[in-house]
Nanobody
């Protein structure tokens, strides 16, 4: 069983930056595909980014490309989400998730993720 704890959320002005961290415990971190998702009030969960087990490959939707960067430190069992040029529409609860399998459409949909954190709130003011 893998436990995931997100930190780094908060209130930021539009155009600002935040870095989210997700610390993992209870499993072999380097064997998991890691992902970030978000859910805004009244909206469905949305895929934000994913990173392969080694960190060699990353995946992001067009909505965050050029603004968000996912990275991982397998020695620290931690995955990060660097968010720049934040917009009010980025306001959401951000969740970290881990998948035993490699990146796939199921990972993007969230159904392929095996473990989830409880989330951290990011609020972007205009």
């Amino acid at each position: 069983q893998v436990q995931l704890v997100e930190t780094g959320g908060g209130l930021v002005q539009a155009g600002g930056s935040l870095r989210l961290s997700c610390a993992a415990s209870g499993g072999t971190f380097s064997s998991y595909t890691m992902g970030w998702f978000r859910q805004a009030p009244g909206k469905e969960r949305e895929f934000v980014a994913a990173i392969s087990q080694s960190g060699g490959n990353t995946y992001r939707p067009d909505s965050v490309k050029g603004r968000f960067t996912i990275s991982r430190d397998n020695a620290k069992n931690t995955v990060y989400l660097q968010m720049n040029y934040l917009r009010p529409e980025d306001t959401a609860v951000y969740y970290c998730a881990a998948a035993r399998a490699s990146f796939s459409g199921a990972v993007v949909r969230g159904s392929g993720m095996d473990f989830w954190g409880k989330g951290t709130l990011v609020t972007v003011s205009s």
